[in-house]
C-alpha cells in the first residue's frame, strides 16, 4: 500500500519560511514525479510545484517562482518544498502526491495524494 505522509505546516507570519517534507512509502521512490498541490478555502486545488524523478527538471506554478524550491532525495523517499517570504495567500492546505510517470505537471496523472498540512501566513 502506498503512503504518502507529509509534515511541516504551521503558522508563520508574512515574510517567514516554512519546510514541507513528504514521505513516500510503500512503492519505488527513484522513478516517479512528485509535485505539491495546495486548496485553500472555498478554492479548487491548484498545482504548486513538481519535480522529475531524477531531480533534472523542476516546475512551478507562477506564483511561487523565486520564493519556493521543490527538491527530493531519493535515498530518504522524501521530497520538500522549501517556502520562503510567504504571503497571506499562500495561506493553504498543502499536499503532496505522486505519479507513475516519471515527470508530470498534470493534476490528474498523479494517483497518489497525502492527507495534507495545514499552512497559514498571518498578515
Known amino acids: 500500500q502506498v503512503q504518502l505522509t507529509e509534515s511541516g505546516g504551521r503558522l508563520v507570519q508574512t515574510g517567514g519560511s516554512l519546510r514541507l517534507s513528504c514521505t513516500v512509502s510503500g512503492r519505488t521512490f527513484d522513478n516517479i514525479a512528485m509535485g505539491w498541490f495546495r486548496q485553500a478555502p472555498g478554492k479548487e486545488r491548484e498545482f504548486v510545484a513538481t519535480i522529475s524523478w531524477d531531480g533534472s527538471i523542476t516546475t512551478y506554478t507562477d506564483s511561487v517562482k523565486g520564493r519556493f524550491i521543490i527538491a527530493r532525495d531519493n535515498a530518504k523517499n522524501t521530497v520538500y518544498l522549501q517556502m520562503n517570504n510567504l504571503r497571506p495567500e499562500d495561506t493553504a492546505v498543502y499536499y503532496c502526491?505522486?505519479?507513475?510517470?516519471?515527470?508530470?505537471?498534470?493534476?490528474?496523472?498523479?494517483?497518489?495524494w497525502g492527507q495534507g498540512t495545514q499552512v497559514t501566513v498571518s498578515s
Open positions: 502526491a505522486a505519479s507513475e510517470r516519471a515527470y508530470s505537471i498534470k493534476t490528474d496523472q498523479y494517483g497518489y
